[in-house]
């Protein structure tokens, strides 16, 4: 299966940026579609982005308008570009991928592997 590789979290005021990035390895990247998730303290798991291997993209509502996901399969990297970032937005990023993925209802089977993640903390 798909290795995954979470990087580019870091502390950052309100209103600044991070671009994070997962690198993966396998060759099920490229007609995978891709997803980031969140995890606060004391919250659940949270999906807040997803892309098919088409380039199609869908967001939660509480991240449209700021965050951008995208992938370059060449690279075997699934990208989330934040801006905007929100203290609310503090949490442990994770990618995965889906199985089975329903871009018209934000939906889809994730794979049972999850990396370390990375450390979004926004302050102010």
């Known amino acids: 299966q798909v290795q995954l590789v979470e990087s580019g979290g870091g502390l950052v005021q309100a209103g600044g940026s991070l671009r994070l990035s997962c690198a993966a390895s396998?060759?099920?990247?490229?007609?995978?579609?891709m997803g980031w998730y969140r995890q606060a303290p004391g919250k659940q798991r949270e999906l807040v982005a997803a892309i098919t291997s088409g380039g199609s993209t869908n967001y939660a509502d509480s991240v449209k308008g700021r965050f951008t996901i995208s992938r370059d399969n060449a690279k075997k990297t699934v990208y989330l570009q934040m801006n905007s970032l929100k203290p609310e937005d503090t949490a442990v990023y994770y990618c995965n991928e889906f199985s089975h993925y329903y871009s018209d209802y934000f939906e889809g089977t994730p794979s049972d592997y999850w990396g370390q993640g990375t450390q979004v903390t926004v302050s102010s």
């Open positions: 396998g060759r099920s990247f490229s007609i995978n579609a």
